[in-house]
């Protein structure tokens, strides 16, 4: 194995669990899409707490970065284990980044190479690209990176979410080459619903944001919630 996959298995600053946190992960599955799908749901979307009655005052959730403190705000909510699905008011709020880092914390915690991946989803309106965040992970097997939209996992914006095919999903730096390129509109990319968070700006926004998740640092900017 690579030396630079072997660098992924290793937590960052913000994928590190507390010394009193490791043991919660060692209940959960063993394969990596199952591990996903245990950090699906932990997280709850700010507009979905809104709207299932969670209070204004824990929507300052969605502004948390580093995993330690998602999953003691998680736990102070409901101890359950962590592969126990949580009812919506007993989940953090949280963004696509958040679903994809704390599977990504997850995944090296149990010593599997993974990286969130910041960038956009082409499968949620037609011809657009769509701000978000996905989780990958190493197969030893197949010698190759997959992705997998932690947040979307058996919902069907797309066929396989544990496995996006080419093209489907795009990060910041593959949709900046394709912008340059003149193969996408750079114009259709950016946040969905907001009129002002879309252009090249925002592409070039999100290839830095994914140089920073790669190199397993970066500031609060790197970031940036949804």
């Avoid at 010698?143 to 396989?160: A, F, I, N, S």
Wanted: hydrophobic share 40%; proline share 6%; charged share 20%.
């Amino acid at each position: 194995m690579a030396d630079d996959v072997l660098d992924y298995s290793q937590p960052g600053p913000f994928t590190s669990l507390d010394a009193t946190q490791l043991h919660l992960v060692e209940s959960l599955p063993d394969d990596p899409v199952g591990i996903c799908a245990a950090a699906q749901g932990l997280v709850i979307q700010p507009a979905d707490a809104t709207a299932v009655g969670i209070g204004e005052a824990r929507l300052a959730e969605k502004n948390i970065r580093p995993v330690s403190e998602l999953i003691a705000a998680l736990i102070a909510l409901d101890p359950s284990p962590l592969q126990q699905a949580r009812t919506p008011e007993t989940r953090v709020i949280g963004t696509c980044r958040h679903f994809a880092t704390i599977a990504c914390a997850f995944l090296r915690a149990r010593g599997i190479p993974s990286r969130a991946r910041c960038g956009f989803g082409t499968y949620f309106l037609e011809g657009c690209g769509v701000d978000h965040w996905i989780t990958e992970y190493w197969n030893a097997d197949q010698r190759c990176w997959v992705r997998v939209d932690t947040e979307h996992l058996g919902k069907t914006y797309v066929e396989h979410p544990e496995d996006l095919a080419p093209g489907e999903f795009l990060t910041g730096g593959e949709a900046w080459v394709q912008y340059r390129q003149g193969l996408v509109d750079g114009q259709k990319f950016g946040v969905a619903g907001v009129d002002f968070a879309r252009g090249p700006a925002e592409i070039s926004g999100n290839a830095v944001r994914d140089l920073a998740a790669l190199c397993r640092s970066g500031g609060r900017w790197a970031g940036r919630a949804r």
